[in-house]
């Protein structure tokens, strides 16, 4: 009997009716990961290990306690994995909470992913279209914004051909345009975002400041501890998918304490 695949990569063998089964041919070539590998994952990510099932169950986060007013600039720290993209997409909407309560008011600018809706087959006037409609616009004010975005974008005739001719600086540009073109009570970010050549990264820098600037609340999670000084005046950390609080005081002591040590 020649050997079969049950259940994805995991070999199976038959023999007819009564025999043994057979031993694979490629027996030697396989091998399932170890229970070290799954607890090794657990450790990185915050999960934890299935016993019954031998999968590993990630729970991104847990026992969050969260209370953000106007004003507030709130800066998340923490390692890969931690939970700070999920805790953002959580705060955008993208998300629902398994447990316990959440409750937003006002309107929300998502800078997470400025490229989400991009569409490489429809042109970059499209786009503008499309994108505004996932950032929760409406048509009229999308045709409204439109000529500020073209014109801030400097992409000229090229909004009219497919995203998908452009060079990635390009699409950047045209991605970036459309994301910061709306003013939110509450922004969201995943880094400080910078794309372009010389003359364009000038002007979206003045962009991302108007951005925020306008904001009531913002919510950044970086891995730049100089950022994070500079631009919140509060600071959680996420640890394995926790909060742990951080004093803002002796954080910009440590900070100053690294810029001198460098």
Not at 125 to 136: A, D, Y
Request: net charge negative.
């Amino acid at each position: 009997a020649a050997p079969t695949h049950r259940g994805g990569c995991q070999p199976k063998t038959v023999g007819r009716r009564g025999e043994a089964p057979l031993d694979p041919p490629y027996h030697s070539l396989y091998r399932p990961p170890t229970r070290r590998v799954f607890h090794f994952a657990a450790s990185v990510t915050g999960g934890r290990f299935g016993k019954e099932t031998g999968v590993t169950v990630v729970q991104a986060l847990s026992d969050i306690n969260l209370e953000l007013r106007s004003g507030d600039r709130l800066g998340l720290i923490g390692h890969n994995g931690a939970g700070k993209s999920t805790l953002l997409r959580t705060l955008a909407g993208v998300y629902e909470p398994s447990a316990g309560e959440f409750r937003r008011e006002g309107s929300v600018s998502s800078l997470i992913d400025p490229s989400l809706g991009i569409e490489m087959d429809a042109t970059g006037v499209e786009n503008i279209m499309l994108r505004g409609l996932v950032m929760g616009m409406s048509k009229k004010e999308i045709d409204q914004r439109t000529p500020e975005i073209c014109e801030f974008s400097g992409l000229g005739q090229y909004v009219d051909m497919p995203v998908r001719t452009y060079s990635t600086g390009m699409m950047m540009r045209l991605a970036f345009s459309i994301s910061t073109s709306v003013e939110a009570d509450i922004l969201l970010m995943d880094e400080w975002l910078s794309v372009g050549d010389a003359e364009f990264t000038e002007k979206a820098e003045k962009r991302m400041r108007d951005v925020v600037s306008k904001s009531g609340i913002l919510v950044l999670a970086s891995h730049s501890p100089d950022l994070i000084a500079k631009e919140c005046n509060k600071v959680v950390k996420l640890n394995h998918g926790r909060l742990e609080a951080v004093d803002m005081e002796e954080y910009m002591v440590e900070v100053a304490e690294r810029r001198l040590a460098v």
